[in-house]
């Protein structure tokens, strides 16, 4: 009896598990300064797809893939090695980069239809360029046009 308590005890755990694990690619963004407007939505994956101001992401786990679109509202502040270039935009990030997009979703009515669209207000890189970016130096990069920004607690300390 005891066995069987434990056995069944131990698969809730391993479900939990799997299931939180499989929803992971969604988050709650860190802690930090952000838009006013910003709901602390995050979702971590890598480039599959750049176009014009659009960017898709990818999460792929055992049970299959979970995409992601979204567009910038405008190119983010990721400093270039040119001084004063020009802000990027999803056609610059290269495919297979693994990053984190902080979004807001935002419903819009198109010929009668509600459309709901992830605006992208930040971007993060996890990996960039084959190399996996140290926690010490991720940085957030907002892609909004008013950089106006507030601190927000999203996560527990």
């Not at 963004?29 to 838009?35: D, E, L, S």
């Not at 709901?39 to 995409?67: I, M, P, R």
Request: aromatic share 12%.
């Amino acid at each position: 009896m005891n066995s069987q308590l434990t056995f069944k005890t131990a698969l809730s755990f391993a479900l939990l598990f799997l299931s939180i694990h499989a929803s992971a690619q969604y988050g709650t963004a860190p802690n930090n300064y952000y838009p006013g407007n910003y709901n602390g939505s995050t979702f971590k994956g890598v480039v599959t797809e750049t176009k014009d101001n659009q960017l898709t992401l990818a999460f792929t786990t055992v049970s299959g893939t979970e995409s992601f679109t979204g567009q910038f509202e405008t190119g983010c502040s990721v400093p270039t090695v040119k001084k004063g270039g020009r802000a990027m935009i999803p056609t610059d990030i290269p495919k297979g980069t693994t990053m984190t997009a902080f979004f807001n979703t935002r419903t819009q009515k198109v010929d009668g239809k509600k459309i709901k669209e992830n605006l992208i207000i930040a971007i993060a890189f996890d990996i960039w360029m084959g190399q996996k970016v140290p926690e010490d130096k991720k940085r957030i990069y907002l892609c909004v046009e008013n950089q106006n920004v507030q601190f927000k607690a999203f996560q527990e300390p």
